[in-house]
């Protein structure tokens, strides 16, 4: 959890965010600002929304710069005067990596390399950047420890995979301190639940809010470790503010530690969303072909973030449905 002298680090800090008019970077933008930091988010708006940052506009402490992490300029021009970068930009999604490889590494390979050398040149004191649950590729082991991975199994994981390659190596040649955190299927409110790569959850919220059938791919006994926001933005401010230096230059999973099936978690879904109209209950849930590449199971272990971040998760995935639902159905 984080201690008052954790905020009082995050109140005297500028934070830049990359894609911070996403998903996940428009939430730690809105963290940040309530503890009173000074936040600047850099986006191109390829998958984030101007509608994501527009409470924040009025806020003295928030700035905007419109910019492609392509474009080194741009990079270096954004890191000026930051303390810390929360590093969120990328292009999302296994099937558009599949479909579109090279864009994913131009934006997630070139664009990360150009966010560090920025950050390396303008003396960032930490690089807390977004990893990804899918550099666990094709290993069995469950629960997912940090240092047993298998192979990659999609363009978009060698990127992610790539990221902490590239994280170390800045660290050890030019002592640039970076923190990865593996995200684990993170979801909440914000997230996008339109177009052909939105997750899971936003997606099936919105099918069974138009009493469409939402459909699962496979038997629904594939299993996740769905993780609520707020979980995903405690650790990346543990990691901002931490003073345990052997919690530098490492990687994290970020989840919960627990898993659920896609038939669970589409019961839960209609149980939430029938508080508000009880026809959802009877929305007719369809099954359709396993996905390539999808893995049958994933489950993380949090115990290292628990013992060198003080990693506390606040919401389990029943309580994070909970509000994720509320939200979607206050704002959709
Ligand atoms: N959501 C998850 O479950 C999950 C899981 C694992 C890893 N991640 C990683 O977390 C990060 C945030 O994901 P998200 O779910 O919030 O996705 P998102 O698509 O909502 O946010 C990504 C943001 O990056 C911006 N962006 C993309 N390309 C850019 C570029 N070239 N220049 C500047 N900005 C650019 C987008 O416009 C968007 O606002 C990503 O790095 C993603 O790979 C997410």
Redesign the pocket.
């Known amino acids: 959890m984080i201690t008052d002298s954790q905020k009082d680090l995050l109140k005297a800090s500028k934070v830049l965010v ?8 428009s939430n730690l933008c809105e963290k940040l600002l309530e503890f009173g930091a000074e936040v600047t988010c ?7 929304h101007k509608h994501n940052i527009e409470p924040f506009l009025e806020n003295p402490n928030f700035h905007f710069i419109e ?4 474009n080194l300029e741009t990079c270096i021009k954004a890191t000026k005067n930051q303390d810390f970068v929360l590093h ?5 999604s296994v099937p558009r990596s599949i479909n579109d490889p090279i864009t994913s590494n131009d ?2 390979v070139s ?1 990360f390399l150009n966010m560090l050398v920025a950050s390396r040149d303008n003396s960032i004191k930490r690089f807390v950047y ?5 550099t666990y590729g094709d290993s069995e082991n469950l629960p997912k420890v940090e240092d047993v991975i298998g192979k990659p199994l999609s363009p978009y994981a060698i990127t ?1 995979y790539v990221n902490e390659l590239y994280a170390n190596i800045f660290n050890k040649s030019y002592g640039l301190n970076t923190i990865g955190l593996r ?5 909440g409110r914000r ?2 639940p339109n177009g052909a790569y939105a ?1 899971v959850i936003p997606k099936f919220v919105m099918q069974l809010m138009r009493k469409e059938s939402p459909v699962i791919n496979g038997d629904g006994t594939y299993s996740r470790d769905f993780t609520y926001i707020d979980n995903v933005v405690q650790m990346n401010l543990l990691c901002l503010t931490t003073d345990n230096k052997q919690a530098l230059n490492e990687v994290y999973n970020t989840a919960v530690g627990d898993r659920t099936n896609l038939k669970e978690l589409t019961h839960l879904l209609k149980q939430n969303l029938a508080q508000y109209d009880s026809d959802i209950s009877r929305v007719e849930i369809k099954h359709g072909p396993n996905r390539p590449g999808d893995i049958p199971h994933s489950l993380a272990s949090v115990e290292k973030a628990k013992k060198l971040l003080n990693y506390n998760p606040t919401h389990r995935i029943e309580d994070g449905l909970k509000e994720a639902t509320h939200w979607y159905w206050d704002n959709l």
Not at 42 to 48: H, M
Not at 67 to 70: A, H, K, L, S, Y
């Open positions: 990359t894609g911070g008019a996403g998903f996940i970077g850099l986006d191109n708006f390829a998958t984030g910019g492609d992490i392509r969120e930009a990328a292009l999302g934006v997630n664009g977004a990893a990804s649950s899918s992610k995200y684990f299927n993170v979801f997230q996008d997750a």
